[in-house]
């Protein structure tokens, strides 16, 4: 049996809302919403979950005292009718509201599978430039690979690619050395 991304609306027609969200039930799926319309996708595999538990680890053993490491989903808040839950994100501790964040974060990463690698390289990549995250990452424990962007003048150019034993150096939001092989060992 194959899981694919599913989206869907409240009422044929109609657009889905951040208020709609909170009726959907907590089944271990993860839904967001962009333009509207709800995305669904299935529960992530453990090969999925240990890459980004690697990725979280080496994070963490690097990050200044001013930012924090979460790991998703949480929110980040595009527009009224588009919400984002990113696989893993840094955030500056002066940005961390009561219960949202308030701001985009530092860095969003987003650890791929078979179902969402398009939607996240291509359409969340696009969605993230255009609010303004300074960093967007995108894991692929299959391969296993990263690519890295930073926004530049507004927009994204990448900050570097690896696949394999070939280890990365990213900078930004603060330097983290990257061997993707090593996030699936």
Known sequence: MSAKVVATWPV????FTKADLEELPDDGRRYELI??????????????????RELVI???????????????????????????????LVVRRDRLGEEQLAGMPELIIEVV?????????????????????????????????????????GRY????????????VLTRPYQVVVNPARLVD
Not at 74 to 84: G, H, K
Not at 157 to 168: I, N, P
Request: with cysteine; charged share 25%; aromatic share 6%.
């Open 12 to 15: 044929p027609g109609a657009p």
């Open 35 to 52: 333009d509207g319309v709800l995305i669904v996708t299935p529960t992530p595999t453990w090969q999925h979950q240990g890459a980004l």
């Open 58 to 88: 080496l994070l963490q053993r690097n990050c200044p005292e001013e930012l924090e490491v979460f790991i998703g989903p949480l929110n980040v808040d595009l527009a009224e009718d588009s919400l984002l839950r990113p696989d893993a």
């Open 113 to 153: 599978s078979a179902n969402t690698r398009q939607f996240d390289q291509i359409l969340k990549h696009s969605r993230y430039e255009d609010a303004g995250c300074p960093s967007y990452w995108v894991v692929d424990p299959d391969v296993p690979s990263i690519a890295a962007w930073e926004l530049v003048d």
């Open 157 to 168: 150019v990448e900050a570097g690619r690896a696949e394999g034993d070939t280890e990365l």
